[in-house]
């Protein structure tokens, strides 16, 4: 079994800032792909970032300059530092990872969203 837990949402006002975390934990041999979707109400859901096992990362246009995704490898880790947020940037936040597991089995694992509200 695997699990993403994530932390660090909230409400924050116009301009500011905030920090999304997602730890994964249980079978894990090794993870190749990290990111984060989002989902606002009404809307689908977008890949906002995500970031490669070595570190190449991706972006969504909306996001450039203003998130950084980074990771940990050694605690399987992946972040979102989100800076200067707009009220278009409220959603659900979604962590994924796709793990591979005992007997080389891949599969992507979802985090169990996080709330973002920009609002003043």
């Known amino acids: 079994q695997v699990q993403l837990v994530e932390s660090g949402g909230g409400l924050v006002q116009p301009g500011g800032s905030l920090r999304l975390s997602c730890a994964g934990s249980?079978?894990?041999?090794?993870?190749?792909?990290m990111g984060w979707y989002r989902q606002a109400p009404g809307k689908q859901r977008d890949l906002v970032a995500s970031i490669t096992s070595g570190g190449s990362t991706n972006y969504a246009d909306s996001v450039k300059g203003r998130f950084t995704i980074s990771r940990d490898n050694g605690k399987n880790t992946v972040y979102l530092q989100m800076n200067n947020l707009k009220s278009e940037d409220t959603a659900v936040y979604s962590c994924?990872?796709?793990?591979?597991?005992?007997?080389?089995?891949?599969?992507?694992?979802w985090g169990q969203g996080t709330q973002v509200t920009v609002s003043s």
């Open positions: 249980g079978s894990i041999l090794y993870i190749n792909d």
């Open positions: 994924y990872a796709d793990t591979v597991a005992r007997y080389y089995i891949a599969n992507r694992h």
